[in-house]
């Protein structure tokens, strides 16, 4: 008896072993999505490759593919994601969440680069948690503070134009949210939605007639800051932009977050998914951890807009 005791341990033990050494030896297939390419989705994406590769080094396979802003390429590539089988997908920006949720509901989705999944993916009673196959990190810096700093540094200002893309449906709650706390300031807000990349010139020209300006994380937007910077600087309107990589194109001050570390957070969020079975259901969705007063001294310097001290030049 004890023969047969001592055998049958030892094979639970090889078992054991052999149960072990295949989860070390499994290398994760993971499929990223990136609507557009410019500076804020581009750091989410390198934040979130770089998570991944501390964490699991040669374990994982990211493929990194680019919609060029079309929604229908979004489609495209989630569906090629699921027919790959891919055992993670990574949406960056909203568009391409909505096209992998469409492709598939049974493969974890994870978001960056979203101001709103409620908005995004149309749930009216957002607790945090999706419920379904999804979770992720927001970019959402706090509307209120974007309105403080745009009356801290231009308190005579009568009207404020908010430009954004009108096919971006978190732009137009960011929109209509700051309008809110700009009006509760005493600025008259209009809206100046341009539906793709061949009216970002005509319709910022029409928002010139106001004071300032106000643009939110837009993917459109933050595409075309140089189109829009060639229409707003010589007509001598300031830009508050909802993040960093607006600001440098076109904008003067942001309250910004770092997408870099955005998209880092997200890679952690998805090594518990894959390595430690974590229900990303009930996984709640992160936000930026902390928020910088940043500002663009070139422009700032162009238009004659002096900034308290608290502000950090972009580098």
């Not at 005791?5 to 070390?24: F, H, M, N, R, T």
Request: with cysteine; aromatic share 6%; hydrophobic share 40%.
């Amino acid at each position: 008896m004890k023969r047969i005791a001592s055998l049958l341990l030892a094979l639970c033990l090889c078992l054991s072993c052999v149960a072990v050494a295949g989860a070390e030896g499994k290398t994760y297939q993971v499929g990223v999505l990136q609507l557009v390419q410019h500076v804020a989705l581009d750091a989410a994406t390198q934040g979130f490759q770089d998570a991944l590769k501390e964490a699991l080094g040669d374990s994982v396979n990211i493929e990194v593919k680019n919609a060029s802003g079309e929604f229908n390429n979004c489609t495209t590539i989630a569906n090629d994601f699921v027919a790959g089988n891919v055992d993670l997908i990574m949406a960056n920006a909203t568009p391409a969440l909505q096209a992998s949720v469409g492709a598939t509901g049974d493969i974890p989705i994870l978001g960056t680069s979203i101001t709103d999944y409620g908005t995004a993916l149309d749930i009216a009673d957002w607790t945090g948690t999706t419920g379904i196959n999804v979770s992720g990190t927001a970019d959402l810096a706090p509307l209120d503070g974007q309105a403080e700093i745009l009356n801290e540094l231009f308190p005579d200002a009568k009207t404020v134009g908010l430009i954004y893309c009108s096919a971006e449906a978190n732009s137009l709650y960011q929109v209509r949210t700051i309008a809110g706390y700009l009006n509760e300031l005493g600025y008259e807000t209009k809206e100046y939605a341009f539906a793709d990349s061949n009216d970002v010139a005509s319709v910022t020209e029409s928002a010139c007639e106001c004071d300032v300006l106000y643009i939110p994380t837009d993917n459109t937007a933050a595409t075309y800051t140089e189109t829009i910077a060639n229409v707003v600087i010589p007509a001598g309107k300031p830009v508050i932009a909802g993040e960093e990589g607006i600001c440098v194109g076109c904008g003067v001050a942001t309250l910004t977050i770092s997408y870099y570390d955005l998209g880092y957070a997200t890679g952690k969020m998805a090594v518990k998914v894959l390595t430690e079975g974590a229900d990303i259901s009930t996984m709640p969705v992160e936000y930026a951890p902390q928020f910088t007063k940043k500002y663009n001294a070139a422009n700032c310097e162009a238009l004659n807009i002096q900034v308290p001290e608290d502000y950090v030049a972009i580098e």
